[in-house]
């Protein structure tokens, strides 16, 4: 009896099942803590055991990569189509650190499955999403009759993304003709919930600065002074002050220049999602929902660019009244971009505000940090429709859009590679990533696998669709 594709994959996948869990715990075992100095011998240990299983899968090349930090893994396995689109997947290998006295029901590093779930450090970021691929790949090929997969495939799996990924940029700068690609896909993030399989289809930008305020060359009293000086803290507060309009946009002229704007269709495909926003709101640990007028909650976090104060400082915080005009005072900033948005021009534009903000007899000085660019695929780009309709292959109902309010090391590889980026993630809000109890739920795990089996001959099949 012959069967359809999609039977053979999953045909396939039981087969290995547990081997292939086996294979997971064996690597969930490895505590690669890229925080912790003391663990750095571990985090090499997992690159290695990465590297080893890539091998073993039949990647023809998987090569341990240095850097300043912890090493990453490189991976090729080309199609025997040499036509075939060339793919990047992106993860990483260390984890966040964990310890039983937490809160965890059982020890961090020594997996265990209870009720469905593997639960461990790492089981659903990241380790589970890197894994899952291997399995898919041997998926695609045994199903298609394949001896290579339909797609020139390649892997990146960093060991810092849990440290900020201080050393990545360099290594993609430095490794840019190995790792040159025509799609990335990302499998470091997750999905709406267990019921609502979505992609998401981009992540935010981020900039951050502080300025710092110089009055007198000391705290002076406030008697004999006040009311002649002007006072560092308030030219701190008023700057804070003027940086929304009434609408809670941003004041800062220019920052919402060549912002790309949420289509119609994004708008009606985001109020499609089952969005609870009081529940939203308790996990929010917040009181009430406020923000840029003229859209929802959903498009205030994924879609829209925001200023937020995170921190003001500044005179006497002890207590008891002191009376002084304080010689200094600090705020920091941080904005979330948006396609359209480059950390340079908000650079220039912040500065300029600034400038102009802060009133004559008061020195400031504002220090920029290092930004993140946003990255935002189409909804209609083929790379990303591929993405769609594998998952909806292996979930069997209607996958959903989202996006991503937070920034990550994605968008150096769309920016230095030039190539559009598309997540592919299985993960769900209640896994606990970076939390005790951190979980990965099977049978998601296995539609990550099973979504992997499909993507490289869609992909294949409908790249040349590309504008
Ligand atoms: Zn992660």
Redo the contacts with the bound molecule.
């Keep these: 009896m012959s069967q359809t594709p999609d039977s053979a994959v999953r045909t396939y996948i039981e087969q290995h099942r547990s081997a292939f869990l086996d294979d997971l715990a064996e690597w969930l075992r490895i505590p690669s803590v890229s925080a912790q100095p003391d663990h750095a011998p571990d985090v090499r240990r997992s690159a290695d055991w990465l590297a080893a299983k890539l091998l073993e899968t039949g990647f023809t090349t998987a090569e341990v990569w240095p850097t300043d930090g912890a090493p990453a893994v490189f991976a090729e396995w080309p199609s025997d189509d040499p036509d075939a689109p060339t793919v990047l997947v992106y ?2 290998h260390d984890v966040q650190p964990a310890a039983r006295e937490d809160g965890w029901h059982s020890e961090p590093f020594e997996p265990e499955i209870r009720d469905g779930r593997l639960y461990a450090r790492g089981a659903a ?2 380790k589970g ?1 890197v894994l899952f691929h291997t399995l898919g790949v041997r998926a695609h090929l045994a199903a298609t009759g394949r001896t290579a997969p339909a797609v020139h495939l390649k892997l990146l799996i960093e060991g810092e ?2 440290s900020g990924s201080p050393h990545f940029r360099a290594l993609v700068e430095s490794r840019a003709d190995r790792l040159a690609a025509d799609a990335v896909v990302v499998s ?2 997750g999905m709406w919930s267990e019921d609502t399989p979505t992609v998401c289809t981009g992540m935010r930008g981020l900039a951050e600065c502080e300025i710092h305020f110089r009055g007198p060359d000391q705290d002076i009293h406030s008697g004999s002074f006040g009311g002649a000086v002007p006072n560092p803290a308030t030219a701190a507060a008023r700057l804070v002050a003027a940086l929304h309009d009434e609408h809670a946009r941003v004041a800062v002229p220019g920052f919402y220049d060549g912002v790309v704007e949420l289509t119609d269709r994004e708008r009606a495909l985001f109020a499609e999602l089952p969005f609870d926003e009081e529940r939203w709101l308790r996990t929010a640990k917040s009181h009430a929902t406020s923000g840029e007028a003229g859209y929802t909650t959903l498009e205030r976090v994924w879609a829209r660019p925001t200023a937020e104060v995170n921190g003001i400082g500044g005179g006497y915080q002890g207590a008891g009244s002191k009376t002084i005009i304080p010689a200094s005072a600090m705020v920091k900033l941080t904005f979330r971009l948006v396609a359209g948005q480059d950390p340079d021009r908000i650079e220039k534009a912040v500065r300029a505000w600034v400038d102009e903000q802060v009133p004559d007899g008061i020195r400031h000085e504002t220090v920029f940090g290092g930004a993140t660019r946003p990255c935002l695929t189409p909804l209609d780009h083929p790379a990303l429709q591929s993405v769609v309709r594998a998952m909806g292959r292996a979930f069997g109902v209607p996958v959903r859009f989202t996006r991503e309010g937070g920034s990550g090391p994605a968008a150096d590889l769309q920016e230095v590679l030039g190539v559009p980026v598309l997540f592919l993630g299985i993960s769900v809000p209640s896994d606990g ?1 970076h939390a005790p109890n951190e979980k990965v739920e099977l049978d998601l795990l296995f539609k990550g696998v099973e979504t992997s089996a499909y993507l490289w001959g869609d992909l294949a099949e409908h790249w040349r669709e590309a504008p």
Excluded: I, L, P
Aim: no cysteine; net charge negative.
């Design positions: 993860g990483h970021d990241d999403q993304e849990e470091d993030t990533w």
